[in-house]
């Protein structure tokens, strides 16, 4: 998935003639957004786009943006949200547009800022036939795993190489609360003697352990881009009541 999202990046890059840069801490710590940008600055160069416009939805720590893109006029919809769109029109050549917005945004939530950006580019590519590309750093963050479980729910009756039965705990697992783009789970039981049961994908999973005790699960979750994140928890596996 990695290489296939970065590969389409790839490919909107050559049909397209500018890039909208969204500017927040995210986007400058990413080395993906960093390699995007690069390539598309060098096509640039070689005359086959005609610029990158970075719009800065976010504030940034001062001495952080590359000097290369520094260099770069770019427009502030955090502090002039009005100005930032007509700015962006003018760059593109696309027709103004009216905004029933105040000017001013200083002081709003993050949130606010980026779905202020969001409407921005949408209105930049309703009002311009040009490609535009657009580029934050989110989509490349690393994701957090999380889960809960709920150890005692129910009890199965399991088979063993003998056929003599037995009951064992079996335990739900929800991965809800895991934050990130386009996830994948991939759990780990910690109980080997289960066999190919030990491991498990899914948001919402359950295992039956093979005896009742102490199990160190981990969660691994992985994004659109392959990063990333883990949870490791101690479960305590239990028959029913």
């Avoid at 993050?110 to 750093?137: K, Y």
Wanted: charged letters at 15%; aromatic letters at 10%; glycine letters at 8%.
């Amino acid at each position: 998935m990695h290489g296939n999202f970065l590969q389409r990046v790839d490919e909107a890059l050559q049909h397209c003639q500018w890039m909208v840069l969204v500017l927040t801490p995210n986007a400058l710590a990413s080395p993906y957004v960093r390699d995007e940008v690069f390539t598309a600055l060098h096509r640039v160069n070689q005359g086959y786009m005609y610029g990158v416009i970075p719009v800065l939805a976010e504030a940034c720590a001062p001495g952080s943006i590359p000097a290369q893109w520094d260099a770069l006029h770019r427009y502030d919809a955090t502090r002039d949200y009005s100005a930032a769109l007509a700015g962006v029109l003018r760059a593109v050549g696309a027709p103004q547009v009216g905004s029933t917005h105040s000017g001013q945004t200083r002081g709003r939530s993050r949130i606010t800022q980026h779905l202020r950006v969001i409407v921005l580019l949408l209105t930049i590519l309703l009002a311009v036939s040009v490609a535009l590309v657009w580029l934050d750093g989110q989509y490349f963050e690393s994701p957090i795993a999380k889960f809960s479980d709920f150890a005692g729910g129910y009890t199965a009756s399991k088979s063993d190489a003998r056929g003599v039965s037995s009951n064992v705990p079996c335990v739900d697992f929800d991965a809800s609360a895991s934050t990130g783009t386009s996830l994948t789970y991939r759990w780990d039981f910690g109980d080997p003697a289960s066999g190919s049961t030990n491991s498990d994908d899914g948001e919402y999973v359950f295992h039956c352990f093979t005896a009742p005790g102490r199990y160190h699960v981990t969660l691994t979750v992985r994004n659109g881009v392959g990063n990333t994140g883990t949870n490791q928890q101690d479960v305590n596996a239990k028959l029913s009541p």
